[in-house]
């Protein structure tokens, strides 16, 4: 059975081509726009990792990992994040408790490099 | 006649004086002048009083008060009867009360910020000239009068508020205010009062004033502008990567094959749209960092690292630049450096900067990174064997936006900012660099203080 990432950003541009290369790649893929959605398409969809973009609105990538993490159901979820600012990534990341990051711009090689580290 | 006193002040016994005159003691010139006087008082026969000096025999000067009055006796014999009264010393207190007067006023006028004093009922008994530039009033129309005859009750208040906490507690009181002055400007002041208390135990508020006016608006200048600057980086940071991001992602995806083949040319065109891009994100990268280095933003990270692995970690980095040009990148690394205190992110991007430079004007040959070790400094070299750096560009080489011509004049895809970067890091690690360059080539050369071994 594939596995599911969960991607979340505002940006569809992104959107779109990360759900394109990682279907290619064999993933099945579903989007939210924002922390909000997302926290719905966790419930629903239970993925095995999440992409978390770190700017967004209604509810951004900080508020959303905490609520990831509280809840025990959900809280094992790997999240690799990813964010245009290069200040501070590591403190950012920590704060989030995402368990990894990439940077905008990133090679998308890197980011299936990663998922393949999280979810082998 | 002559009483005794006058015998003592003068020095002669009176027997020797009588009948004698003043001539036959004193100069021609001060015999002159006494005895002018004395006719003075002869014909109109009103008292004189004249202060006069007088030098006594041990050439020391007196200043004395005669007093001449006219008696006449019953035979019609006119006299002149005079008191003399030695104030030499009055006299002496008089001119050091007004040399101290003269020198605090030289001093307080000698400063910049208005100057002021106060009595127990905030009359103003000194200010100096620039409290009455300050004020917009002379002296004269500020000694005696208050507050309460220039400024508005409110203002008045606060400023007397200020005065009653330093006369009943005793403490000096400083304290930024707002005051409008008689051609209506308002300024910020910062106004420093402290108690007074003279011999006779009467108080006084001695007050200095700053007007920081001009030092306040260029603050909330360079506030604004720093929020700007941060603001701006924000949005350069953010909003130049996202889009950058998705462009990226599309490129190499359709470069990879993701989205079906594609043929060379457009291929061909494809790896030029990369290459830009790969580009743009290093300007845009360079600019952030220097931007933050030259803020002061960033907190380096100093703690014991080992220079050489970081040598090695930059070769790892860039082999595939190198080997893409078919050039040659060596180490020559003394491995009996130990570990010492600098931040190693900082120094992998020192070391890239100046392997990249070189790897992008050198067409053939081989460059070569040193570290060495001198006493308690680093020695740390990236030589390349290109053209030499024209010497008229190699002042401003490590100037933020300019970059060193190459003896061959070839148009260079640089940020201008690398070495910009590199000077500010080595600075921040207090050391030291600089380039040297020839027809072989140039080595650029830092050095780093070897400190927690």
Not at chain 2, 181 to 205: Q, V
């Amino acid at each position: 059975m594939p596995k599911t990432i969960l991607v979340v950003d505002d940006e569809k541009d992104i959107l779109t081509e990360l759900q394109f290369i990682l279907r290619k790649k064999g993933f099945e893929v579903v989007m939210a726009a924002n922390g909000k959605e997302a926290l719905e398409l966790v419930k629903k969809n239970k993925p095995d990792l999440i992409i978390l973009d770190l700017f967004m609105p209604v509810v951004g990538g900080v508020q959303f990992g905490k609520e990831l993490k509280a809840d025990a159901e959900t809280k094992n979820i790997p999240v690799i994040l990813l964010t245009a600012s290069a200040d501070n990534v590591e403190e950012k990341r920590i704060e989030c408790m995402a368990d990894a990051y990439v940077l905008k711009p990133f090679d998308y090689k890197e980011v299936i490099e990663k998922i393949y580290k999280l979810i082998a | 006649m002559l009483n005794d006193a006058h015998a003592q002040m003068f020095g002669i016994p009176s027997e020797k004086m009588l009948g004698k005159t003043d001539k036959d003691y004193f100069s021609k010139d001060q015999a002159q002048m006494f005895w002018e006087k004395d006719e003075l008082v002869f014909e109109s026969g009103q008292e004189n009083i004249n202060e006069e000096l007088w030098t006594d025999s041990n050439g020391f000067s007196h200043t004395i008060i005669t007093k001449k009055n006219l008696y006449s006796d019953k035979k019609g014999n006119q006299f002149i009867v005079g008191i003399i009264r030695d104030i030499t010393e009055n006299k002496k207190i008089e001119i050091q009360l007004k040399d101290s007067r003269d020198y605090l006023n030289k001093i307080i006028n000698s400063v910049a910020d208005p100057i002021f004093v106060k009595d127990r009922e905030h009359r103003w008994t000194l200010v100096n000239d620039v409290f009455c530039q300050f004020m917009g009033y002379p002296a004269e129309k500020i000694i005696g009068k208050t507050d309460g005859d220039y400024f508005p009750k409110d203002q008045t208040d606060v400023f007397w508020e200020k005065d009653e906490l330093v006369f009943k507690t005793g403490k000096e009181n400083i304290n930024e205010e707002k005051f409008t002055d008689a051609r209506g400007i308002t300024h910020t002041i910062i106004t420093k009062k402290a108690l007074y208390t003279d011999n006779e135990g009467k108080n006084f508020i001695v007050g200095i004033i700053r007007d920081i006016t001009d030092l306040k608006a260029a603050q909330e200048k360079l506030q604004e502008m720093m929020e700007v600057r941060s603001r701006f980086t924000s949005v350069v940071s953010h909003e130049l990567r996202t889009p950058l991001a998705s462009i990226r992602t599309g490129v190499n995806l359709i470069l990879d094959g993701l989205a079906g083949g594609i043929n060379k040319e457009q291929k061909d065109f494809l790896e030029i749209v990369k290459k830009n891009i790969e580009r743009l994100s290093r300007l845009i990268n360079d600019i952030l960092d220097f931007q933050k280095i030259d803020s002061g933003k960033i907190h380096f990270k100093i703690v014991k690292n080992n220079i050489n692995e970081v040598a090695r970690e930059v070769y790892k980095i860039m082999l595939p630049l190198v080997e893409r040009k078919k050039l040659t990148l060596k180490l020559e690394l003394d491995e009996n450096i130990s570990e010492f205190k600098f931040d190693r992110d900082r120094m992998i991007q020192v070391f890239s900067n100046l392997v990249n430079n070189a790897i992008d004007f050198t067409e053939n040959g081989t460059i070569t990174v040193v570290t060495s070790r001198e006493k308690d400094t680093l020695r740390a070299k990236v030589i390349d064997t290109c053209v030499g750096i024209k010497q008229e560009t190699l002042s401003r080489i490590f100037n933020p936006f300019e970059q060193g011509e190459r003896e061959d004049s070839g148009k260079r895809e640089g940020t201008g900012l690398g070495l910009a970067i590199c000077k500010e890091i080595i600075i921040r690690h207090n050391g030291k660099i600089w380039v040297e360059t020839g027809e072989k080539g140039s080595t650029f050369h830092f050095t780093l203080p070897i400190e927690g071994e």
